[in-house]
């Protein structure tokens, strides 16, 4: 029998304490009339956002064994997320999960860098093997430094529209999937950039607020959830947009501590719909 909501498995990294990864995804992704499934990557004391050092336990070698393990109890997947893997062993181990539920949409999340370069534990070698993931992705949320990364193109300050064309034919020579890229800084303004194999729509906003860690891991659970509600990719890429700009905006308001990431919890209830 069909099951009557979706079901997600969810690759990502746990924090015990701060809204960030896993911590934001599984609430907005339940609220939005899926069922979800943790596999953490690896588990963390408090993300990496301004608490100092985490305590930090890797899981390689836990997510293949556990979805060999589900698979032969009888469970499927209408889609995957893809987030932070960390490291080498745990995108060997994404490929393997990916072989075993081959029909399932796949929203990846490559995350690796951020304001030209890569964070401090990657590099050039991890990106490639992270690159391999967009031949399996349905859809991915490349931040602008990961786009350039991915497409080989050099990160420039300011990304004009034939900037953002090369990218767009740099990602696509790797995969079919759609691409939305997050935090494309422009001349005067900021963009997200929808591209696919046919066309490239770039939607404009305007930084607004404080900046709060967890906000693409946000945007990204919001995506994949309008997107498991029928929803086109532009208006999920609205509507994802305009729920971090509110909870950003609230948190501002509250005078919440940026360091526990946006203020999630009063405004989950926007993102019910019948």
Known sequence: MRKPIKRILVLH??????KAAMTNILPVLSVMGAEVSPLPTMILSTHTGGY???VIRDLSGF?????VYLK????????????YLGNQANIEEAKRI???FPDAFVLFDPIMADHGSFYSNFDEAYGRSLKELLAYSSVATPNYT???LLSGEPYEPVCTREKLARIREGILESGKAKIVITSIPLSDSYGIGILDGKETILYPYQLKGRAYPGTGDLFAAVLLG?????SSLYESVEKAHEFVSLCISRSDEAGYDTREGVLLEPNLSKLIVG
């Open 52 to 54: 100092g050092k985490p």
């Open 72 to 83: 032969s109890s009888g469970f499927s997947f209408d889609a995957l997320f893809l987030g």
């Open 146 to 148: 990961e786009a350039c």
């Open 63 to 67: 997510g293949g064994d556990c979805a």
């Open 98 to 100: 990916l072989g075993m």
């Open 226 to 230: 309008s997107l498991m509600k029928g």
């Open 13 to 18: 990294d746990l924090c015990s304490a701060g």
